[in-house]
């Protein structure tokens, strides 16, 4: 059964840093590519970031490029979200999802973490 | 970016009803779509990929369509556990882009 499970959320103040992790299970962790996807406080989806099986290509949205990093450690089975000069419209749940289609992915998200909430306030 | 804008925003419907909800992107996106349903408190859930696939375990009361830039879920026999909000979202190019949810609700 494929399992993943994110950690790390929690409160921040503005302009500080945190890092999501996202631990995986049931799946070949290593041919997926795998994305991060947040939701804001009774709104809707926004895709964040994705990154391929290998970590050598990775994508992010415009309102977070230069601020957060995605990551993987494939011998640990392990997604990273590095968040850095976080904002207030940051606040968001913090989903880790995986691809369905394998190797560089394409944005189908087959299976979804619970997630993580995140919360950017001084 | 590809904008998707999904109607209605709601719908109130009684259990059996046939409902339809459209989803339309700013640009052509070929069958490069995505629907997912999302209950209170929870994960969003694949249903149906590149616009008619429908994704493993998935009842076959939902069905979709369209190609191009519009697009359509139906769910043909509307059942309690349908009620949650549905989101569209284009996989054709990033950064992928989500429609803004239609609420389904019982009536």
């Known amino acids: 059964e494929v399992h993943l499970l994110e950690s790390g959320g929690g409160l921040v103040q503005p302009g500080g840093s945190l890092r999501l992790s996202c631990a995986a299970s049931g799946f070949t962790f290593t041919t997926s590519a795998m994305s991060w996807v947040r939701q804001t406080p009774g709104k809707g989806l926004e895709w964040v970031s994705s990154?391929?099986?290998?970590?050598?290509?990775?994508y992010s949205a415009d309102s977070v490029k230069g601020r957060f990093t995605i990551s993987r450690d494939n011998s640990k089975n392990t997604l990273y979200l590095q968040m850095n000069r976080l904002r207030a419209e940051d606040t968001a749940v913090y989903y880790c999802a995986k691809d369905l289609r394998l190797y560089d992915g394409g944005g189908i998200c087959d299976y979804w973490g619970r997630g993580t909430l995140v919360t950017v306030s001084s | 970016d590809i904008q998707m804008t999904q109607s209605p925003s709601s719908v109130s419907a009684s259990v059996g009803d046939r409902v339809t909800i459209t989803c339309r992107a700013s640009q052509d996106i070929s069958s490069w779509l995505v629907w997912y349903q999302q209950k209170p408190e929870k994960a969003p859930k694949l249903l149906i990929y590149t616009a008619s696939n429908l994704q493993t375990g998935v009842p076959s009361r939902f069905s979709g369509s369209g190609s191009g830039t519009d697009f359509t879920l139906t769910i043909s026999s509307l059942q309690p556990e349908d009620f949650a909000t549905y989101y569209c979202?284009?996989?054709?190019?990033?950064?992928?882009?989500f429609g803004q949810g239609t609420k389904v609700e019982i009536k």
């Open positions: 979202q284009q996989a054709n190019s990033f950064p992928y882009t």
């Open positions: 990154i391929s099986h290998s970590g050598g290509s990775t």
